[in-house]
Nanobody
Framework: QVQLAESGGGLVQPGGSLRLSCAVSGNRFSMNVMGWYRRPPGKERELVAVISSGGRDNVASSVKGRFTISRNNAANTVYLQMNSLKPEDTAVYYC??????WGQGAQVTVSS
């Protein structure tokens, strides 16, 4: 069983920063493409950023310049650094492994 555990969410003021972490564990797994998705309240889940095993990344235009995805393969962990947060970034953020395995989600709320 492969498990993904998100952490680092919470409440932050507009303009603030948060860093999400996603730790992957299990008896048998491989980390190829890792991604972060989010589901704003009342909206569909959307892709935020992805990163390949070699570190090549792609970030959605809505967060480009503010969010950075990175990974530490030795630690089996992927990160999402979120800067200059806006209220519209409020969502449940999900970690994804190879496009098919999901974490349970981490709530990020950006509000004054």
């Amino acid at each position: 069983q492969v498990q993904l555990a998100e952490s680092g969410g919470g409440l932050v003021q507009p303009g603030g920063s948060l860093r999400l972490s996603c730790a992957v564990s299990g008896n048998r797994f491989s980390m190829n493409v890792m991604g972060w998705y989010r589901r704003p309240p009342g909206k569909e889940r959307e892709l935020v950023a992805v990163i390949s095993s070699g570190g090549r990344d792609n970030v959605a235009s809505s967060v480009k310049g503010r969010f950075t995805i990175s990974r530490n393969n030795a630690a089996n962990t992927v990160y999402l650094q979120m800067n200059s947060l806006k209220p519209e970034d409020t969502a449940v953020y999900y970690c994804n492994l190879n496009g098919r395995i999901w974490g349970q989600g981490a709530q990020v709320t950006v509000s004054s």
